[in-house]
Each structure stands twice: as C-alpha cells, then as structure tokens.
C-alpha cells in the first residue's frame, strides 16, 4: 500500500482489531481527518490489491479541482475514512448494546469491510461517469456504481485468492447495496440495524457521509461546523433500527444542510459544471474509438478505467480523437463553455418539472440575428436537497427521549424551530454557450425560454454586457 507503517508481523486470517488485540502492533495509515487509521488482516488483503488501489486514481470531487486546487484528495483516503468510522460506530454499538444486539466479531468485520469497499466500483470524475455521460450511451440499462462495487469485491476475491467466508462476502455487498435501487433483501430479518451504518437506505444518515462532508470541507478550505462525534457517540438501537436522541435534532439537520451547501459551492459549482460538461462531450465524441463504456458489465475490465483516460486522449495523436483533444484543451488553456444565465425553479413548479434541454432553448430564439443550433448550447439541471428529494430527511428518522426509555418517534416539522426551511429542494436551470461569440444570442433565447414557460423572466438579472461582448 506504501503509505502504511509495517512492523513486518504475520497475522491470521481470524484475527480482529476488535477484540485485545495490540493496535501498537498493526499496520496502519495516518489520515489528515481521523489520525491514525489501524488496518486490520482482512482488510489489508483486499487493500493491497489493484482493483483497490486504483481508487487513488479517482478524484473524490472529479473535476471540482480546476475551481477549487486543494480538491485533490482520492476515493482511496476516503474509502479508509469509510471504512475507520464504521468500525467506530459498531465498536461502539457494541460497547454499549453488544449483549443485548447480539453483535459478535463477524458482524465487526463485515460492516468494516462493506466501509472499506463501499465505492470501490466507482467511475471518473465523481458522478459525472455515471449520471451524466452512460446515459447518453446507454438504451435505458440501469447502471450504478454500488453494483459494480458488488461485482468487483467477487472479482477481487477470486482473482487474489482471499480466504473470505461466503456468508461475509454477501453481508458485504448487501451493505454496500442497502442504499440503492440495486438493495438486495437482507440475509436475516435480526440486525438490520448493521445496514444503517455504511449506506443508510432508511434514512441516510451514514458513515459515508459522516467522512466526505468533513474530508471535503476541509480540501477546499471551507469551515465545518458539523460534528458527527457527537451522533456516533449518542446512537441507540432500537426496534431494529439506529436512533438518536431527540435533544440532538438541529445537529442531524446541520449533517444535511451541510451537504446542501457543500452542492451548492462546490459539487455544482457554475465553472465546476462547465468543465464537467465539456468533458462529457469529450467522452462521448471518443467512446466509439476508445470503447469507454464497454466495460460496464466486466469487472475484469472495469477496474482499468480511472480519471487518466483524459491524459490518454489528451495525448493520443490519433485523428479520430481529436474532436476529443480538442475539447480538453480547451479545459487545460481555461476556454470553458461561457455561462450565460441560470434560475431556480418557481416552487410551485418543481413537482412537474422536466429537465430543460439544448434543443428547448434552441427552439426559442427570435427570427432574425444569429441562427443557434443545438450542439451550441449546454444545459444543466441542478437538482440540490437534503437527500430525500421534495421531502424533509428528518421526518424519516427515529428518535428516543433518553436512555432509559425505550420508545423510538420522528418528529414533525412543525414541532421544531421555525427558523429551519419548509422547503427541501432546489432545482436550477443553467444554460452554456459552447462558443464566446455566442453567449448574447444564447442568453436571449433562455430569456424566451422563461418567458414561454413562465410569463416572466425567472432568472434574478440578465446576463451582463461584458460577458456577452467577450469574444
């Protein structure tokens, strides 16, 4: 792994960090969030494999980097991350509740193995490979990257010879699944409560997110006030199911009105989804050559495909990539597609709302002056909540009055501050010119555009002069 401190000591497949052995003893890694991270046998195995270690080639935040240059950090530190705090939170059910849940060391194991390889089926540059560029190739086949990651650790397994139990590798990848439209059924209707921990279906509060808030916060230099410690410290099984104390409602809603922010500044940056865009249409005007998505479904495959396929068009003399090169760059001398104008969606327009395309704003522009065609424009739609769409998060969450009771309740929005929103989602309309000279002529046609849907201009001001004279 070359990070990790070897203190050249044999460990058997059985042993576990969780019981008295000696920490001082392990192999272990020092991470810039969590300080020491101590690795244990099994996970090592799976670590010091290829399909794992080419997470270090996966920006956790893709392109967010080129607006935000301390956005470098990888999929690999935090799959660690994941992977530390769920050994945290079950160390600590266990301290706690261990007898009455029932929880032994299989179930230590598999929930710090589901953390560690939680997205080691990720695609490049964040989310854009999975929701913006495979579905333009794609005829309507599913693809995520919570079932790649099921197939890789199978593939791992048999590739490398792990000395793993069947039944823990299933655990594993049903964890690993439990948040996605892939859920499997859960092997046993006891502890589905070990489900909430890494890819929380039910309500998602999670170990995951506990990590890439704080880890990405602090790569791009913005504060944090959110503090998971407190919630893995207060949690409580009960019926089955992680609760948390009530008094500690605002701390859960700052957990997603942080993540809010951090799409709002960061993930969905206006220049971050320029280049994102841009890098779509390089993909796409390459995969026919390159064969980009033809790995989706081969595990064997898959695992070669990180962020460098961008070095490897870049630097391809071939002819039938340089529609391709020519885009990146673009991205590489700062000539992005020019924002013209963007707007939130009227509230009470969200519920049917459809995505906005190229052609719908091609399509209003006034005869006369320049002709837009639709490969001149980029849309982005924006979709920004607290992880339950139009619904608010909190009212999917249960909660205990302390810890002698013994009654789990949500709670209602209207019992709590005023003060916290009543509306949970955000949806924005951006609209790109893919050529400077023709930011004006675009941002006239999304101008109609507003006007044809909405009978007013919905965009907070126009788009400003100098911005449409730079070419």
Known sequence: MGAYCDENLSFSPACNLSTSHDLRLSKHVHDNVHGNIYLDPLSLKFIDTEQFQRLRELKQLGLAHLVYPGAVHSRFEHSLGVYWLAGE?????????????????????????????????????????????????????????????????????????????SEMIKRVKEMILASSEFALPKSAKEKQFLYDIVANGRNGIDVDKFDYIVRDSRACGLGCSFDFHRLMETMRVLGDEICYRAKDYLSIHKLFA?????????????????????????????????????????????????????????????????????????????????????????????????????????????????????????????????????????????????YESQEKFPIPHERISHLLPT?????????????????????????????????????????????????
Not at 123 to 140: A, D, I, M, Q
Not at 149 to 154: H, P, Q
Not at 462 to 467: I, V, W
Request: aromatic letters at 8%.
């Open 89 to 165: 939170a079950i160390q600590k059910l266990k301290t706690y509740q261990g007898l009455e849940l029932g929880i032994d060391r299989f179930d230590v194991q598999a929930v710090k193995v589901a953390g560690l390889l939680h997205d080691v089926g990720h695609g490049p540059f964040s989310h854009l490979f999975e929701r913006e560029f495979l579905p333009k190739v794609l005829n309507s086949f599913k693809w995520a990257h919570e079932q790649m990651s099921a197939d890789l650790i199978d593939h791992i397994v048999d590739v490398h010879h792990i000395d793993v139990e």
């Open 258 to 402: 942080t993540r809010a922010d951090l799409y709002r500044t960061v993930y969905t940056h206006s220049k971050v989804k320029a280049v994102e865009l841009m890098v779509v249409d390089a993909l796409l005007k390459a995969n026919s050559y390159l064969e980009i998505s033809s790995s989706i479904q081969d595990p064997s495959e898959y695992w070669k495909l990180d962020d460098t396929i961008i070095k490897t068009i870049e630097t391809a003399p071939d002819e039938e990539l340089r529609e391709s090169r020519d885009l990146i760059l673009r991205i590489r001398r700062r000539n992005l597609y020019q924002f013209c104008n963007e707007y939130s969606v009227p509230k009470d327009q969200l519920e049917h709302f459809k995505d906005v395309t190229a052609q719908d704003i091609a399509c209003s522009q006034k005869n006369g002056g320049v002709l837009l065609q639709e490969d001149d424009i980029a849309v982005s739609n924006v979709r920004i909540d607290l992880t339950r769409g139009r619904q608010n998060p909190l009212e999917s969450i249960n909660f205990f009055k302390d």
């Open 423 to 471: 509306s949970y989602q955000d949806m924005i309309v951006r609209v790109y010119s893919k050529k400077p000279e023709l930011v004006a002529a675009v941002s006239e046609a999304f101008e109609n555009f507003q006007l044809k849907i909405y009978g007013v201009k919905a965009q907070v001001h126009a788009t400003p002069e100098k911005k449409k004279r730079r070419f």
